[in-house]
Each structure stands twice: as C-alpha cells, then as structure tokens.
C-alpha cells in the first residue's frame, strides 16, 4: 500500500512559479516512477510530467515542456514539481500518482493516487 499527500498549491498571478511536493509512505518508493497530472474543471484528468524510480529519466506533455521540472528525493520519499511561468491554463487540481504498468504517459498506468492540491492561475 502506498499512501500519497500532495502539497504546494494555491492562487497564483500569471508569470509566477509554485512548487508542488508529493509526500509518499512505503518502503518501495524508490522503485517506482512518479507522475504528476491535473485536472481542469469540465476537463478530463490530463498527464503533465514522469520521473523514472532512480530520477534520471523524465517526461513532460508539450503543454508544460521548459516550464515545469519534475524532481525527485529518494531519501525523502518525495517528488516534486516546480512549475514557472504559470498561465491562466495551467489552472487545475493537480495529482501526484505512482506508477504500476504500461505507458508512463497514461492515468490507467498509475495505482496509487493522491487527493490532489488546487492551483489557480490568474491574469
């Protein structure tokens, strides 16, 4: 059993940066790639960025690529993403899940999930 807490949201004006943080439990962390994805309202839940189990591969949507990076601390059970240049778009509740099978890039390849944390973007 993984246990996920997201934290690190909020209101934030366009062109401003937050960092979002992923606290996991479980002695398997490590082993696992971690990705982040949102949710927009009337918007099905899209993928933002992955992070392989050891943090030396990462993915990112084109949406968020040379904006966002997705980063890892093992020691500290912890994944995070900083995300800079914020758009009004960027707006969604944003969830940290941990990966079980199959494509890094698809919310069916995660089992566990966290409860997610808001971030609203404003012009």
């Known amino acids: 059993q993984v246990q996920l807490v997201e934290s690190g949201g909020g209101l934030v004006q366009a062109g401003d940066s937050l960092r979002l943080s992923c606290a996991a439990s479980?002695?398997?962390?490590?082993?696992?790639?971690m990705g982040w994805f949102r949710q927009a309202p009337g918007k099905e839940r899209e993928f933002v960025a992955a992070?392989?189990?050891?943090?030396?591969?990462?993915y990112y949507a084109d949406s968020v690529k040379g904006r966002f990076t997705i980063a890892r601390d093992n020691a500290k059970n912890t994944v995070y993403l900083q995300m800079n240049s914020l758009k009004p778009e960027d707006t969604a509740v944003y969830y940290c899940a941990s990966h079980n099978d199959g494509s890094i890039y698809a919310d069916t390849s995660y089992n566990y999930w966290g409860q997610g944390t808001q971030v609203t973007v404003s012009s």
């Open positions: 992070i392989s189990g050891g943090g030396r591969s990462t």
């Open positions: 479980g002695r398997t962390f490590s082993s696992r790639a």
